[in-house]
Structure formats: structure tokens, C-alpha cells
């Protein structure tokens, strides 16, 4: 399995941005995708993860009402719609695979993308 991420950028905060992750190599239908993040000095943490199947959606609580995962079944691509950013978004976003049900758990996850730098200014 390999993921592609992209979409990163420097925005100020209240903009928006949209991250896209392209998957390659297996069939997807038993597995969860999911976005994570790490901010310079701090550990990598969840964002938001979907299952591929179902669409079953799970947020952090920071991020819920601004952000948006969504998924493309016939392009194997899952996307990141983040509005109304704030300076502490800043981070390297990572998305990531897993079999299974989506859980917020870095660990669980078997395949991680190159990360796609998102940069919030005040």
C-alpha cells in the first residue's frame, strides 16, 4: 500500500485549506483511512478518520465543525477539508491506513503517507 499526500500550504488563520491523500496497491473496501498530525516538538496525534466501507466518521474534538474527511471510492483518494484555521493547526499532516474499523490511535495504523506541511499565521 502506498499513500500520496498533498495540499499543504501557508494560509492566515480563519482561511482554508484541503488536503487530498491518494491510495495505491490494495483493495480498500475492509479498511480505514485517517488523518493525523504533529506539530514541531509534540507527539503525532489524531485528526480524523473515516471507514472506507461505510463512511463511518471519527473526529478529535479540536478539529470537529471545522474540519471535513471525506472520501472518493473510485479514485482511492481521501480528502481533509479544514476551515476556519487556527494558528495551533500548524503541523505536519500525515494520512494513514488501517484494516479495520477507524480508531484514533496512532499505533493501529500500518501505512503512513510523507506528510503534507499546513502552516497557520495569526
Known amino acids: 500500500v502506498q499513500l500520496q499526500a498533498s495540499g499543504g500550504g501557508l494560509v492566515q488563520a480563519g482561511g482554508s485549506l484541503r488536503l487530498s491523500c491518494a491510495a495505491s496497491?490494495?483493495?480498500?473496501?475492509?479498511?480505514?483511512m485517517g488523518w493525523f498530525r504533529q506539530a514541531p516538538g509534540k507527539e503525532r496525534e489524531f485528526v480524523a478518520a473515516?471507514?472506507?466501507?461505510?463512511?463511518?466518521?471519527v473526529y478529535a474534538d479540536s478539529v470537529k465543525g471545522r474540519f471535513t474527511i471525506s472520501r472518493d471510492n473510485t479514485k482511492n483518494t481521501m480528502y481533509l477539508q479544514m476551515n476556519n484555521l487556527k494558528p495551533e493547526d500548524t503541523a505536519v499532516y500525515y494520512c494513514?491506513?488501517?484494516?479495520?474499523?477507524?480508531?484514533?490511535?496512532?499505533?493501529?495504523?500500518?501505512?503512513w503517507g510523507q506528510g503534507a506541511q499546513v502552516t497557520v499565521s495569526s
Open positions: 494513514a491506513i488501517r484494516r479495520g474499523a477507524p480508531l484514533n490511535v496512532v499505533s493501529s495504523y500500518d501505512y
Open positions: 496497491g490494495r483493495t480498500f473496501s475492509i479498511y480505514s
Open positions: 473515516t471507514w472506507w466501507s461505510d463512511g463511518n466518521i
